[in-house]
């Protein structure tokens, strides 16, 4: 079988990062499933992809209500084939110091990450055993490490990191990889976002992280959408269980 014939679903991928996975995986051939909260806001990536001659299609699910999981890879099946390539993109932040953190906001940030790569891995799984073939990517972050009023999202992040490498352990035997992407800064809505929250206008905020990067800028989704189609490549098969840092720099 080569690439041209699998099926891939990226989550969260109406926008920011996971537009940009969807739109390189299609470019290397995949048939790619957007996933995002609604069908409707995942229709500019699959336009995208689709005037760019790829094939696409567009799936309303919020990962982490797990009858809404199964209907979307249910869909995928249905429209596309058996998906074998997964990208655990879908993302939120509810940032706040520790002391002022809600239970809702833990919990939400929990139920997307983590309860929602768990609904989705565990329900193509099956295509992926089925198939002999599997490629399972996780977007962790550098917050993995620490990161001040992100106790929930570092200990998602990092809970990402613990989950690829059970799936690795488990799922090795029928040719699937599990593997984690943990970016670093990424110029999208979400940092964007954090931005506004922290009142510094944007481009100051980019220009003050690059000035702590190695190499001198932010990243952009492309840098994941590129590790992404590595990892997902046939030639991938070897690497399994792994956290690539794409941050511009080493992290500690
Ligand atoms: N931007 C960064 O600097 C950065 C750094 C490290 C890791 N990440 C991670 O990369 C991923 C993508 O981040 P981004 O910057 O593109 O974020 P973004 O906010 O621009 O996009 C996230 C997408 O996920 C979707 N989403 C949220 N909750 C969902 C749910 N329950 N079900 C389905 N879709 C849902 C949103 O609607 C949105 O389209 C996230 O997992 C994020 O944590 C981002």
């Given at each position: 079988?080569?690439?041209?014939?699998?099926?891939?679903?990226?989550?969260?991928?109406?926008?920011?990062?996971?537009?940009?996975?969807?739109?390189?995986?299609?470019?290397?051939?995949?048939?790619?499933?957007?996933?995002d909260l609604d069908a409707a806001s995942c229709e500019a990536t699959v336009s995208g992809i689709t005037?760019?001659?790829?094939?696409?299609?567009?799936?309303?699910?919020?990962?982490?209500?797990?009858?809404?999981?199964?209907?979307?890879?249910?869909?995928?099946?249905?429209?596309?084939?058996?998906?074998?390539?997964?990208?655990?993109?879908?993302?939120?932040?509810?940032?706040?110091?520790l002391f002022k953190m809600s239970l809702s906001d833990w919990e939400t940030v929990m139920g997307v990450h983590l309860r929602g790569s768990f609904l989705m891995t565990r329900a193509v799984q099956a295509h992926m055993t089925e198939a002999r073939f599997g490629r399972v990517v996780n977007l962790s972050s550098t917050s993995a490490l620490g990161?001040?009023?992100?106790?929930?999202?570092?200990?998602?992040?990092?809970?990402?990191?613990?989950?690829?490498?059970?799936?690795?352990?488990?799922?090795?035997?029928?040719?699937?990889?599990?593997?984690?992407?943990?970016?670093?800064?990424?110029?999208t809505e979400m940092t964007a976002a954090t931005a506004e929250r922290m009142r510094v206008p944007f481009e100051e905020f980019k220009a003050g992280a690059a000035a702590q990067i190695p190499v001198g800028r932010v990243g952009q989704p492309a840098d994941i959408a590129h590790t992404a189609s590595f990892l997902v490549s046939e030639g991938a098969g070897f690497i399994s269980g792994q956290v690539i840092y794409v941050a511009g720099g080493p992290t500690c």
């Open positions: 079988m080569t690439s041209t014939s699998r099926i891939a679903i990226v989550t969260g991928a109406a926008r920011g990062i996971g537009a940009a996975i969807a739109t390189r995986l299609a470019t290397d051939g995949l048939a790619v499933a957007v996933i005037a760019a001659g790829g094939r696409a299609v567009a799936v309303g699910a919020d990962v982490s209500d797990e009858a809404a999981v199964s209907a979307a890879v249910a869909e995928v099946a249905d429209r596309l084939g058996p998906p074998t390539v997964l990208v655990n993109n879908a993302g939120v932040i509810r940032d706040n110091l990161n001040r009023g992100q106790v929930n999202y570092s200990a998602a992040k990092a809970g990402l990191q613990g989950f690829t490498k059970t799936l690795a352990l488990e799922l090795g035997r029928f040719g699937v990889t599990a593997n984690a992407i943990a970016p670093g800064f990424i110029e």
